[in-house]
Structures are given as C-alpha cells and as structure tokens.
C-alpha cells in the first residue's frame, strides 16, 4: 500500500473518532429544556440566572420528559431540582416517580429521592432513593428496594438495573418470592428476558415440597429449571441429595448431579453415593454410576455396597397395581462389607419387602475364618440386622483351622441363622457332603468325611461344634498322620481370601476426595 493512502486512511479514521466523540459529548451536554410552568420567577439574589417554577412543571432533554408541581432550574449548571409529584417518561420505556428529584442534564445522571417507583414493560422497582444514569440505562439503590413483576417479588438492600442489558444485579439480604417458593441469598443476577436468576453465594430455595441450597447456580424462574454448583443439595420429605453439581426440574421432580454425590434415604435408612447419577423422583428411581456405594443403617453398625452401578427404586409394577417398598440392584464388581461379614459378587439386589439381599454370578460370603459360596447367595436382615441366609445351587461352607488345613461342608441348598454376623446353625438339604476334623484337648487327632442327604451344623465362636446327621450317612473317620490335607478337598473346593473386599483399599479408592 503507497505511503500516501496508508496516511490518508489514517486521517480517516481519526475523523470518524473524533466525530463520534464530539457526538457522545454534545448528546451528553444537550441543554434541558423548558416545556411549560404555570409560574415563573426569578431568584433575585442570583442576577436572575436560577428559575423558580411553580404549577404543571414540564422539561424536556431529547427523548426524556420531566414532569412535577415546582421546579428550580439552574440554567448555567444545566441542572434542575424537582419536587412534589416528580415523573420522569423515558424513551416511552421506563417511567419514574419520586417526591423529589436532583437532574444533571450534563451527565443525564437523576437522584430520585422519596417514595421512589421506576416501571417498564417487565416490572415495578420500588425504593427510597435511586440513582439512574439516563444515557447508559443503568441505575442503582442502596437502601433497600422492592421489584415486582408478573411472577416474582424480589428485595435486596443493594440493586443494580441495566436497561438495556434487561438485568438486575442485586446484593445483600436477597430474597425472591414466587407462589411456589422463596430464594434467600447473599447474591444474585436476574435477566428479565430470560426469567432466570443466577446465584453468587450461599442461596436457599424452599418450595411447596423441597429444599434446596447451593453456592453458585442459576435457577429458571418459570420453567423453574436448575443448576446448582458447589455445595449443592435438594431436599424433600424422604430424601436429601448431595453433590459437587445438581441439575434439577422442580415440576418434573427429575434431577442429575455429578461427583461426590451423596443421597439419603430417610425411609429406609440408607445412604446412596456415586460420580455420576440421575434421580426420577415421581417414580422414585435413582441411577448411580461411577464408584456407586450404598450404606444401610442396622441395629450397632451398618453395612455398605461397592459397584460400579446402582439402581434404586422405591416404587414397583406388579401386577396391575403399584407397591411402595424398595428394590436396589447392583452390578459389576459388587462387595459388601460389614464389621464383621464381607461379601463379593458381580451383582446383588436387595429388597426392602423381605429385608433380603441376594448376591449373583460367584458370590461369596466371609464371616471370621469361615467361607460361603454358591450359584446364588440370600441374605435375610430382621430389625436391622443380619438374621439367616441361603446357598441355593452348589453351596459350599469352608472353615480355615491351620494354614493348610480346612472344614468343608457341600450340598445343593444349604439355609442357615446369623448371631451378631456369626454362624450359628446350618442345614444341608440335598447331596449332602462334609469333611471336618476332630479336635481332642488341643489338638486336631482325625478327620470325619461323610457323605449324607440332610445334615444339620452347629457352630460356636463361628467354628463347627457339633453336626447331627437326618438320614443314614455314609461316613469315614482318618487319623490325621494318616492322610495330608491336600488330599481332603470336596469338589468345586477354592479357598477365595484374596478376593475378601478389604477396608482399606475400598475406602482408599471410593472416599471423598478433596
């Protein structure tokens, strides 16, 4: 480009910014004209340059009409002091209306003062004094305000309108009432195009049914749409929900929420945790992925569930009809874990209607030195405690006494009772098998291996203290110096302690990071 074009480009576009500038400048310095007064007089002590008007007082600046009863117009400042029945009609979009009002037509800056109202197409701000920028649009109060429109009523000690932005910024002492709930916050933003409020602090939201806090979010006013952030939680009669980041539609009754999440139960009295879940609450459904966890409160401890999904539903389709109890189904990688039992399988579901908890797909059972497996495994709780349970298909019980040595019993379905999480009766129904070794004094002398149909087991201290045989067995007793221990193993014998969910590692990798 020649080095004359490149200069007179530059002129250019010098011309355009001082132009502009001088247009911003003479729109801001455009002097405040005089429309009507009953009464005109002059200031004798001011060679006559203030003007007292009295009586249907009108003044005009470009699209804004200022109407009162009296009036002091200071012609070399540009300004005006109006009082009494003080109007203001803006761009025939806002109105205000105050008892008394200080105008710089200068800086089109008006300080409203006394039974303060402000009006446009969206709402109604009432206020004791307020300061409105008419070139930007903006305006602001300090001490305390009311804005009211179609849905909501909202109050603040500090506000801050922008026109043309269609928001409010409101600070301090918040709160917005709507027929269906109240917002309390420190801190919010209100876009009237949008009917959506935005959150900057602590903020509580009560409704008809449901609480809910957050420190960072938005809320839809009408579609009464939320997103919450940091701290968030929503409350009901039943449940209360806990994450890093809830997603929520109050009329549906549907929510998501992400990280941390902690859900409680107050009905049945358990605990849902996950990274990522979704919450159907008309229909009382809840989805948990991602380090899903589950506590159940009992009588001295609780129990909790690892998985990598959990389910929970608490209303269930039988039939033609609804029935209100809880079903929760867990899949892939599932333990269970109490102080004194431990569980693994790949899936469980628990049931409140019979307090059973049914374990899937190689399920094992650990109680002290003892060992459960079958096809399929059933708990039963009563009163909030682990009561009985069932091997159904291939049930197997092994007992470690030494390091190489073990009690092995095995039939088709074996039920048993629990005291204090301990082994206490078993019953062996079905192709019953047994090896156990006889203890006299303090050491262990032979081995009993029996074959029968039905047997019966008593423990004491969670080992075997005595067995009872229903039908006629088939058994064999062997001096322990007479057979190694290798050689005494039932079929489908697997000692799975290194699959025993441990503490440590489980609270290492599902505990709440910070």
């Known amino acids: 480009m020649p080095e004359k074009e490149k200069i007179l480009r530059c002129i250019?576009?010098?011309?355009?910014?001082?132009?502009?500038?001088?247009?911003?400048?003479?729109?801001?310095?455009?002097?405040?004209?005089?429309v009507h007064a009953n009464v005109l007089e002059y200031d004798q002590s001011t060679t006559g340059k203030i003007k007292r008007l009295i009586g249907d007082v009108q003044f005009k600046q470009g699209n804004t009409l200022l109407y009162c009863d009296s009036a002091y117009q200071f012609e070399e400042q540009n300004t005006v002091d109006a009082y009494s029945n003080v109007r203001i009609n803006h761009n025939d979009s806002i109105q205000f209306y105050s008892k008394k009002l200080s105008y710089n037509a200068n800086t089109r800056f008006a300080q409203l003062q006394g039974d303060v109202v402000m009006t446009d197409k969206t709402m109604r701000l009432t206020t004791d004094a307020l300061t409105f920028n008419m070139s930007e649009n903006t305006g602001y109060y300090t001490t305390g305000g009311t804005i009211v429109n179609e849905q909501n009523t909202l109050t603040s000690r500090n506000g801050y309108y922008y026109a043309n932005l269609k928001e409010l910024f409101f600070k301090d002492d918040v709160v917005l009432v709507n027929k269906k709930y109240k917002i309390l916050t420190d801190t919010l933003r209100y876009a009237t195009r949008t009917s959506v409020a935005y959150f900057f602090g602590p903020t509580h939201i009560t409704g008809n049914n449901s609480k809910l806090y957050c420190e960072r979010g938005r809320f839809n006013t009408k579609t009464?749409?939320?997103?919450?952030?940091?701290?968030?939680?929503?409350?009901?009669?039943?449940?209360?929900?806990?994450?890093?980041?809830?997603?929520?539609?109050?009329n549906n009754d549907f929510g998501k929420a992400w990280y941390n999440i902690e859900l409680y139960d107050n009905k049945s009295k358990t605990i849902l945790y996950g990274d990522y879940g979704t919450m159907l609450g008309k229909q009382k459904r809840n989805f948990l992925h991602g380090r899903a966890a589950m506590k159940k409160y009992m009588e001295k401890d609780s129990m909790y569930l690892f998985a990598d999904t959990i389910y929970s539903f608490g209303k269930i389709q039988v039939a033609d009809s609804v029935v209100q109890h809880e079903l929760v189904k867990a899949f892939r990688q599932v333990s269970v874990l109490k102080y004194d039992m431990q569980a693994r399988c790949d899936s469980v579901i628990y049931q409140s209607k019979d307090s059973s908890l049914t374990l899937f797909h190689k399920p094992a059972l650990w109680s002290g030195l003892n060992q459960a497996t079958a096809d399929t495994i059933i708990m039963y709780m009563n009163n909030n405690k682990l009561d009985s349970f069932r091997l159904?298909?291939?049930?197997?019980?092994?007992?470690?006494?030494?390091?190489?040595?073990?009690?092995?019993?095995k039939g088709r379905i074996m039920s048993g009772r629990l005291s204090d999480s301990k082994f206490e009766y078993l019953k062996v129904m079905g192709n019953a098998q047994s090896i156990y070794y006889v203890k006299e004094d303090s050491a262990y002398t032979g081995v009993n291996v029996i074959d029968c149909s039905e047997m019966e087991f008593f423990f004491t201290d969670n080992k075997i203290s005595r067995c009872q045989f229903l039908t006629k067995p088939d058994a064999n007793y062997y001096p322990v110096k007479d057979i190694k221990p290798e050689e005494l193993r039932l079929k489908g014998f697997k000692w799975r302690a290194k699959e025993r969910p441990q503490w440590s590692r489980l609270l290492a990798y599902y505990v709440k990071k910070n």
């Open 12 to 34: 250019g576009l010098l011309f355009v910014c001082v132009w502009l500038f001088n247009s911003k400048l003479f729109a801001q310095n455009e002097r405040i004209e005089l």
């Open 224 to 250: 009464e749409v939320a997103h919450f952030g940091k701290n968030a939680r929503i409350q009901n009669e039943d449940n209360l929900l806990c994450a890093d980041s809830i997603y929520y539609e109050n």
């Open 392 to 409: 159904i298909e291939n049930g197997m019980m092994i007992s470690r006494i030494a390091a190489k040595e073990f009690d092995q019993i």
